[in-house]
T-cell receptor, first 109, second 118 residues
């Protein structure tokens, strides 16, 4: 079956750095996406990786290793507004998006 | 760019009512739109894939006669929850990707519809 694993919850301090990991086992791979979802709101797109390596976008970076079936989302200079759930999703061989359960990130002052 | 509009944002209605939710891609065409449901503190659950001009593809366990999907144009898909009951109360979210954009196109989400059935 297809499976995406990410931690259920993480806590970090304002101003610090946090890394949210995602491992996947899917039938084929056509890219990995990270989304941010604030409570009660719809997800918003953060990043896309299809080749190995690091993609940087401001305070957020996303890394992919296809051979390891592994990705992480790195958030720097954490702000209170970064408190949200972070969803990892992979497009399989049929270009269907397989979603992880999400990681709830709690930022403390 | 890539804005998806979903309407209404909130619906509160009596049990037995049918509720229609609209999803529009405002600045792009979408041959495929997706309907999700999310219960509190749970992950997104794909309900169905809406295909322009053809029947929707429903996920296992989702009743197609209860959740009617119509995708009559490249910019509009509708989800109708027929004869809604309290257990249908949930957060319904649609998403879409630009047509012909390739596998790297992210899904862009509407703001969601919070449905409460009394």
């Amino acid at each position: 079956g297809q499976n995406i694993d990410q931690p259920t919850e993480m806590t970090a301090t304002e101003g610090a750095i946090v890394q949210i990991n995602c491992t996947y086992q899917t039938s084929g791979f056509n890219g990995l996406f990270w989304y941010q979802q604030h409570a009660g709101e719809a997800p918003t797109f953060l990043s896309y990786n299809v080749l190995d390596g690091l993609e940087e976008k401001g305070r957020f970076s996303s890394f992919l290793s296809r051979s390891k079936g592994y990705s992480y989302l790195l958030l720097k200079e954490l702000q209170m507004k970064d408190s949200a759930s972070y969803l990892c999703a992979v497009k399989d061989s049929n270009y269907q998006l397989i979603w992880g359960a999400g990681t709830k990130l709690i930022i403390k002052p | 760019g890539a804005v998806v509009s979903q309407h209404p944002s909130w619906v509160i209605c009596k049990s037995g009512t049918s509720v229609k939710i609209e999803c529009r891609s405002l600045d792009f065409q979408a041959t495929t739109m997706f309907w999700y449901r999310q219960f509190p503190k749970q992950s997104l659950m794909l309900m169905a894939t809406s295909n322009e001009g053809s029947k929707a593809t429903y996920e296992q366990g989702v009743e197609k006669d209860k959740f009617l999907i119509n995708h009559a144009s490249l910019t509009l898909s509708t989800l109708t929850v027929t004869s809604a009951h309290p257990e249908d109360s949930s957060f319904y979210i649609c998403s879409a990707s630009p047509a012909g954009g390739g596998g790297n196109q992210p899904q862009h989400f509407g703001d969601g519809t919070r449905l409460s059935i009394l």
